[in-house]
């Protein structure tokens, strides 16, 4: 069973549109969940990140929305652009206690076209 | 930028050989996490450390891997015996603190031969 599910591998958005990535999840005892950038060779990037109290968090052009109740998020990535063109996790944790790992989804896959 | 440094880049071993890879943390940073990201995509936490205490590992990591985060020296992760199944991307993460925001290191890719 998939505790973080994203609903698509793939998706392709012309530049200047805004891209949505979609993210849901089953664990309720979760509540932190960052967003990663992952470009081909290299690690996942810190993108931005949300905590359960949050209904919204903002930045720059990217901003994800949080849905405690339906246990979904979701990243809006505003004017993308070719160079956003990467592959996106979502994940979440569990803060308390001593183990605060990370368990992901299997990532959507963002094709930027220009 | 990430500042977590990982080496090597690339690693490969026969089956039965042992894989050690290392792990230098972003500094100021005590808490350290390994996992795996297979090539579908699929990240499996393997373990994590608060200094140098483990905090929690699953249960392959205590069979046929190893890992330690002794002070003043790089952190490491070593397959003591390489399965096919083994090869995978290597992801360092550093933390600085439990809970809060974690940062990954490039990776160690390794092909078991």
């Known amino acids: 069973q998939q505790q973080v599910r994203q609903s698509s591998q793939s998706l392709t958005v012309w530049e200047g549109e805004t891209a949505i990535l979609n993210c849901s999840y089953e664990n309720s005892a979760f509540d932190y969940f960052p967003w990663y950038q992952q470009f081909p060779g290299e690690g996942p990037a810190l993108l931005i990140a949300i905590r359960s109290v949050s209904d919204k968090k903002e930045d720059g052009r990217f901003t994800i929305f949080f849905n405690k109740r339906e246990k979904n998020l979701s990243l809006h990535i505003k004017d993308s652009q070719p160079g956003d063109s990467a592959t996106y996790f979502c994940a979440a944790s569990e803060t308390g206690g001593s183990n605060a790992k990370l368990t992901f989804g299997k990532g959507t896959k963002l094709s930027v076209k220009s | 930028n990430s500042k977590v440094i990982q080496t090597p880049r690339y690693l490969v071993k026969g089956q039965g050989q042992k894989a050690k890879m290392r792990c230098i943390p972003e500094?100021?940073?005590?808490?350290v996490f390994w996992y795996q990201q297979n090539k579908n995509n699929e990240f499996k936490f393997l373990i994590n450390f608060q200094n140098q205490e483990v905090l929690q590992q699953i249960d392959m990591t205590e069979k046929r891997f190893s890992a330690e985060c002794p002070s003043n020296s790089p952190c490491s992760l070593e397959i003591q015996s390489s399965e096919a199944g083994d090869s995978a991307l290597y992801l360092c993460?550093?933390?600085?603190?439990?809970?809060?925001?974690?940062?990954f290191g490039p990776g160690t890719r390794l092909t078991v031969l």
């Open positions: 500094k100021g940073h005590p808490v």
């Open positions: 993460a550093s933390s600085p603190g439990l809970g809060v925001e974690q940062y």
